[in-house]
């Protein structure tokens, strides 16, 4: 009797573990996203202090840029930390470039667009209004080819000059980024961010009330 009773108890054990397996795995694929987003943001940031210091003669032209800093005296400024050149969410812990170009960056201009009530952001400064002004105006070109963000991608990390980095994984999310709720859609990138650094995005539960405070995740830098 004692052993049936046992062998009751981890029956149901066991059930109740399969129960909370996926909210688990949920909670854990949640907390990763929290971590590319925050890194992301880390980039974009490093990316428009490296385009600011060379007056945007010159774009970083790889990770490894953006990691050796900016000249300081004899010595160098750190622009990036090197977690933050990793990405959770890709298989090799690489950041896919993205080039300014509006085949690119104009399926996400356009959905930052919308999540803005139809505004697209300012930029931070006037240097990036150049790249900003070349990807929007093809973009509302009406004469121009729709964007298409489902359009499969060419995985570029390293010897391509960019102006923002994205995840190579190409899995739903399960938060949203700018109310996108796909890992590979998510663009980091000092255009479209409005004049002062701390325009960060809201992230939400996409199952969530919008503008819910226990659902609501702000990301900090």
Do not use: C
Request: no cysteine.
């Amino acid at each position: 009797m004692s052993l049936l009773a046992v062998m009751a108890v981890m029956t149901l054990f066991a059930i109740g573990l399969l129960a909370i397996a996926p909210s688990v795995q949920q909670e854990i694929q949640r907390e990763k996203e929290v971590e590319a987003i925050r890194r992301g943001e880390e980039v974009a940031e490093a990316i428009r202090q490296y385009v600011n210091y060379y007056r945007g003669t010159r774009l970083p032209n790889s990770i490894d840029d953006l990691l050796e800093g900016l000249p300081q005296g004899t010595t160098k400024r750190q622009i990036l930390r090197t977690s933050a050149a990793i990405d959770p969410l890709s298989a090799d812990g690489k950041w896919r470039l993205i080039k300014a170009d509006p085949k690119d960056l104009g399926p996400f201009a356009k959905r930052v667009q919308e999540y803005n009530g139809g505004t697209l952001p300012s930029n931070p400064g006037p240097i990036f209004d150049r790249y900003a002004v070349v990807i929007m105006n093809a973009v509302n070109d009406p004469n121009a080819s729709p964007v298409d963000d489902d359009e499969d991608f060419e995985v570029v990390t390293d010897n391509t000059p960019f102006i923002g980095v994205a995840s190579q994984s190409r899995a739903d999310s399960v938060i949203a980024y700018y109310g996108i709720e796909n890992h590979a859609k998510w663009i980091f990138t000092p255009l479209f961010r409005g004049g002062s650094r701390q325009n960060i995005p809201q992230v939400q539960n996409p199952q969530s009330r919008p503008g819910s405070p226990a659902n609501t995740i702000i990301i900090q830098q």
